[in-house]
């Protein structure tokens, strides 16, 4: 296969007529590969997609994270089919949002409450609004690089924002506890929180698990100085950990927001969070034209309960390590030195002697063309429906890729 893209560039023409951008956010052919990657989508199943043009493709970002069981589950289709059935958007919530809360704290070991939203943006602003109820204190202290959405206090781009919407937020690096430390000791008594993602998973750079001691360091600091601390699990949420990533990667939450995979491609967020929070939690005012939508939670509640069932933390971390270690042996086999970035339900890949991520980019765009998507600037997903058999096509196709990129950038 080479793919063709006339039919995402007519739409996409099209489209900068009417979308400011024509795709905006993390979608738009800026921040992936432009030409390289379709732009526009037809249809889904499984593991793979097929893009307006009739190309279809393996695919490693299950639409950013959302996708964990794999797209158009049977069971989570036959969950969303048989609520919508009964309605869907009420008055009022429906009865499996009392069922999908209790779930939650079931399976979370901290949890003693839950409440939902759409997004994950919705969430982590919110929990940061309940630190703030909760300890009367301003400051919140977030990892440099990191996400937690797009409002304004931490919105990546500058675009519309003022200094006052982050006047309270301050940054400390990943894996360096001293300069956390720093940063507690100099608002002493004002910090409310500290926002977290269970891994450092910054754009255009590999991943970065927490070294030893470093949560544990956080956790202390925390517990000595009244912080609180907020555990954004969007993108992680129940892909490395049944019960939470705060079990794969231990640190012990107030509150931890979650949002991509838990409703396998159905809008839903969700927090839970520590008793002594929950006055607080109530004061923070919370709601949203959607966000007692009966339908999504029906499907949270589902998947929530299959990744249990099916084993699906360890199921991805096996694929994930086929992938891994498939496309490593690949590029040996070129002549050129890659890095395979765990966790392995979550991997990425890096090239040596590739700062400006060229050889990656080169790489993704070859992949592409010939059916499969491995983002060149974001961690990878894995999902369930990810068989061996599409594994193993995604390195034979990577081989390919791996030769051409050493002839290329040797020559
Ligand atoms: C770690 C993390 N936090 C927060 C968010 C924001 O979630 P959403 O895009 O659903 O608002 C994301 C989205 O990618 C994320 O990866």
Not at 295 to 302: G, N, P
Not at 380 to 385: V, Y
């Amino acid at each position: 296969m080479s793919s063709n893209r006339q039919k995402s560039l007519e739409l996409y023409e099209r489209a900068v007529s009417v979308i400011p951008a024509g795709v905006y956010g993390h979608t738009s052919p800026a921040a992936t590969l432009p030409i390289a990657f379709p732009y526009y989508a037809e249809s889904a199943e499984g593991c793979t997609f097929t893009d307006v043009d009739g190309n279809r493709y393996i695919d490693f970002m299950c639409a950013y994270g959302p996708i964990l069981l794999g797209y158009n589950h049977p069971e989570i289709e036959a969950a969303a089919r048989e609520e919508k059935a009964r309605g869907g958007l009420y008055n009022h919530p429906a009865k499996v949002m009392v069922e999908l809360a209790e779930l939650l704290t079931e399976r979370i070991d901290f949890a003693d409450w839950a409440v939902f939203g759409k997004n994950g943006s919705d969430m982590t602003t919110w929990a940061l609004q309940v630190a703030r109820q909760h300890t009367g204190r301003k400051k919140v202290l977030t990892v440099k690089g990191a996400y937690h959405g797009v409002d304004a206090w931490t919105n990546p781009s500058p675009g519309g924002v003022i200094e006052e919407d982050r006047l309270h937020i301050h940054h400390f690096s990943w894996n360096d506890l001293s300069s956390f430390e720093q940063q507690v000791n100099r608002y002493p008594g004002e910090i409310a929180a500290v926002m977290l993602t269970p891994f450092h998973h910054p754009a255009f750079a590999a991943n970065v698990l927490p070294g030893e001691g470093f949560f544990e360091g956080i956790q202390k600091i925390c517990n000595a100085n009244d912080i609180l601390i907020i555990l954004d699990d969007i993108r992680c949420g129940f892909r490395l950990h049944e019960a939470g990533s705060h079990k794969r990667f231990p640190i012990e939450p107030d509150m931890s927001c979650y949002c991509k995979a838990l409703g396998n491609g159905y809008p839903i967020s969700a927090t839970v969070g520590k008793d002594h929070l929950q006055a607080a939690a109530g004061k923070v005012f919370l709601t949203g034209s959607y966000w007692s939508d009966a339908v999504s939670m029906a499907t949270a509640k589902r998947c929530v309960e299959l990744v249990a069932e099916l084993n699906i933390p360890e199921k991805l971390n096996t694929l994930g390590k086929r992938l891994i270690t498939g496309l490593e042996e690949a590029a040996a086999n070129a002549g050129l030195k890659v890095t395979g970035h765990e966790p392995y339900a979550m991997p990425y890949l890096t090239f040596e002697d590739d700062p400006d991520l060229r050889k990656m980019q080169r790489f993704s765009e070859i992949c592409a063309n010939e059916g499969v998507i491995f983002h060149p600037h974001h961690n990878w997903f894995i999902s369930a429906a990810h068989t061996t058999e599409a594994i193993d096509d995604a390195i034979e196709i990577a081989s390919k890729a791996f030769q051409a990129v050493a002839s290329e950038f040797n020559s």
